[in-house]
């Protein structure tokens, strides 16, 4: 049966899904995020790099998951293995660079080699560790289980967990806005972005799951600035939001065309050469489902996003329940012409950045937020999440799975039902004795 608390809280309490409430505690509380460490991260598709990353044998891409940290690295066969980046002598970490490419990862303190594939291949000294030691018996630990979807390479601590597929589901489609805009498909340019934001990931993931609402206030002088027709104003566009009982949430607007000239406007100036009718009929022509979506914004559960506004996606990487290490990068068709890479390029780093316009904004509440929360009365005070609570989704023809118009918090309530669901299930610990004494 489920657990019924949570770190010795009524689970009711800390969500409640028919009434619509959130206690303040599940972004503070240290022992809810160390249950969340285990049952989230270590059952959950969290997302790697970007196949492009790691083209060629021997190419690795250091990150996390959650706070564990991995590489990913291109094997012989094509195929992407994830280390833990921690050697089995005493720790430290077997690669301790960003990105490049290896025949082999070293540790600095001892001098343990391991190959791409993590097996433990040199051990200086090896004599003095006697006779019945076997390098066999202490390879790198490998995630167990990677795949991918369309170029985004998604690992999973659980060996049992459901397919990436599976746990798409119907929101892949929604992917699909991003990723498959162009028969060849994306690639990442200008490098990772990486900031810290004093907040809890929930905090990031929630509002690019759901939130559409928050930009007619948060983001008014940004409008002021690039598009003051529309500052302080919900758009007169239609648009809709994605219920997903996975976690997942994306919303959007159906505007054809309007997407590639916002571009423009976000950069501050149209590039010599960039022609975004050309863009749009491309798009359309490859994909007319997507051509449509506009100011797309998307979460994977848990902690990948993407605004498709600007092809902005990032990573939420947790660094305990009051901080984030953002992770960023700008997505692009790999048929794009250079002036339409550098147009998207301009785009993102003068919106969703360290310095961008847009990101100063939303790093500004969640800033707040979380410092409202070292009150102790804060912390007890339950919050609303009921905005569209009364009304009937109800499935569209023209898109998949259920769906209601954009401006809800529905999919936010679909967020943490999936993580409350979670949360509440014990993870099954196999206890054999090799596993107590090696860990893997």
């Known amino acids: 049966m489920p657990d019924t608390t949570i770190q010795g809280y009524p689970a009711s309490a800390l969500f409640d899904e028919e009434a619509g409430t959130i206690s303040p505690l599940v972004y503070s509380d240290q022992g809810i995020y160390e249950q969340e460490l285990d049952r989230i991260f270590g059952r959950s598709w969290l997302f790697i790099a970007h196949e492009k990353h790691i083209p060629k044998t021997g190419d690795f891409f250091s990150t996390y998951m959650a706070e564990d940290p991995v590489v990913a690295v291109r094997q012989k066969d094509g195929s ?37 594939d993590g097996a433990l291949v040199n051990v200086p000294s090896q004599e003095h560790y006697g006779p019945c030691f076997n390098k066999e018996e202490w390879p790198a630990r490998r995630v167990p289980r990677v795949e991918s979807y369309k170029g985004l390479i998604f690992a999973n601590w659980d060996e049992h967990a459901q397919s990436l597929k599976e746990s798409l589901g119907e929101a892949a489609l929604y992917l699909d806005a991003l990723l498959d805009r162009s028969p060849t498909g994306t690639e990442p340019i200008g490098g990772i972005y990486k900031w810290v934001i004093p907040c809890n990931w929930k905090l990031a993931a929630e509002q690019f799951a759901s939130d559409m609402h928050h930009g007619i206030m948060s983001h008014v002088s940004v409008q002021v600035a690039t598009t003051p027709e529309y500052a302080g104003k919900e758009l007169p566009l239609p648009g809709r939001q994605l219920l997903s009982d996975q976690g997942h949430g994306t919303g959007f607007f159906l505007a054809p065309g309007l997407h590639e000239d916002w571009i423009v406007s976000q950069a501050g100036q149209r590039e010599p050469g960039y022609d975004s009718m050309a863009l749009a009929q491309r798009h359309a022509a490859h994909n007319a489902g997507v051509s449509a979506v506009t100011a797309q914004h998307m979460t994977v559960f848990p902690t990948f996003s993407f605004f498709g506004g600007v092809n902005s996606c990032r990573v939420w990487h947790p660094r305990g329940p009051g901080e984030i290490e953002v992770w960023a990068f700008c997505l692009v068709d790999s048929d794009a012409s250079p002036a339409e890479k550098e147009q998207l390029r301009q785009a993102t780093l003068r919106t969703f950045s360290p310095a961008g316009t847009w990101e100063q904004d939303d790093g500004e509440n969640w800033v707040e937020i979380q410092r409202v929360l070292r009150g102790h009365q804060a912390r007890r005070t339950a919050m609303s999440v009921q905005m569209g609570k009364d009304t009937n989704p109800a499935a569209d023809p ?23 669901k979670l949360m509440c299930m014990p993870t099954q610990h196999d206890t054999c004795a090799k596993e107590a004494v090696h860990g893997c």
Request: charged share 20%.
């Open 80 to 116: 992407v293995a994830v280390l833990l980046n921690q050697c089995r002598h005493r720790g430290m970490k077997i690669c301790r660079a960003d990105q490049g490419n290896a025949k082999a990862f070293t540790c600095s303190y001892h001098g343990w080699a391991y190959g791409i």
């Open 398 to 420: 023209a898109f998949p799975g259920t769906v209601e118009g954009c401006y809800s918090e529905e999919a936010a309530r679909r967020l943490y039902s999936h993580w409350l």
